[in-house]
């Protein structure tokens, strides 16, 4: 194989990223390439409370603006 070419392979397949030192970078690659547009649906933050009462459970329901799907999707985040 053409050195300059087994040079190349081997530099794009082992980036040596240090996220503390590349993080601006890092950011701006992502904003550009990787965006997402909050226009597709709208989201209502409630708070549930415990049995006791003792703690509150924060919700983020998101409602899409157009609905494609009858299933729902439930995340849970945390530790039970």
């Not at 390439?33 to 919700?59: A, C, M, Q, R």
């Amino acid at each position: 194989m053409n050195p300059l070419i087994k040079f190349v392979m081997k530099f794009i397949s082992s980036p040596r990223i240090d996220i503390q030192e590349d993080y601006t970078w890092i950011r701006k690659f992502q904003q550009i390439f990787y965006s997402t547009s909050n226009d597709d649906y709208h989201f209502l933050d409630k708070k549930l409370y415990s049995p006791d009462e003792g703690h509150e459970i924060p919700v983020r329901i998101f409602y899409p603006e157009k609905r494609l799907h009858e299933e729902h999707i439930i995340y849970i985040h945390g530790v039970t």
